[in-house]
């Protein structure tokens, strides 16, 4: 994972997750555990199927073990995290692998700087910027607010420079051109499970 200091990714993402706006449900567990799955298999070419296994045996469990021991030596509060919805998880991820190419050509006219392809980005980003994407295209009653949200919240979990405000400006211009104004309206205060 990428940081600035060394840290784990548990680290990081408590240190960010304090007074965050992260929904702590099994959906955004799911959406979590698909960029860092979506990472490793980009990253390193892991098996998809070996991957999804590993969050669903002990990946997650692990994850977990070593917030709260974290959490426990930063005496902060408690920054609980549900096991990923089971449906959400491998639904992202299989469908991003699918449609790489084509949520790469979707989201190409809404990254910042025409030249700009979403390769160029570091793999956790393209992660993140492709897992948004796949969602807001195909998942149309999970509200435009809800997607963004927890995916902006997972880029200031890991990033502590420009690139969640990449992810922002990314997703917008993404939820404008993809969704109806209708869908759009009123988003930030609707939540799913």
């Not at 680290?11 to 860092?36: C, D, I, P, Q």
């Not at 700009?116 to 149309?140: D, G, M, P």
């Not at 999970?142 to 405000?165: E, K, L, W």
């Not at 969704?179 to 799913?192: A, E, G, H, M, V």
């Amino acid at each position: 994972m990428p940081s600035n200091d060394g840290c784990s990714p548990a680290f990081l993402f408590t240190k960010t997750m304090s007074g965050s706006k992260f929904n702590r449900k099994a959906s955004s567990s799911g959406r979590l555990a698909a960029v860092l799955a979506l990472y490793e298999i980009d990253l390193v070419g892991a098996d998809v199927d070996e991957v999804l296994l590993s969050y669903k045996d002990r990946r997650w469990k692990a994850f977990q073990t070593e917030l709260t021991q974290t959490l426990i030596e930063e005496e902060e509060e408690d920054v609980s995290l549900p096991l990923p919805d089971r449906s959400v998880l491998p639904l992202i991820v299989r469908g991003v692998l699918a449609e790489r190419d084509n949520l790469d050509e979707i989201l190409q006219p809404c990254l910042c700087g025409e030249d700009r392809r979403v390769e160029s980005f570091q793999e956790l980003v393209r992660a993140v910027l492709r897992a948004a994407a796949y969602e807001i295209i195909h998942r149309k009653s999970v509200p435009f607010g809800t997607i963004s949200g927890d995916y902006v919240a997972i880029a200031n979990a890991f990033f502590n420079d420009n690139q969640p405000g990449v992810v922002n400006a990314v997703l917008s211009a993404l939820g404008r051109k993809e969704r109806p104004p209708t869908l759009n309206k009123n988003f930030s205060n609707i939540r799913d499970n």
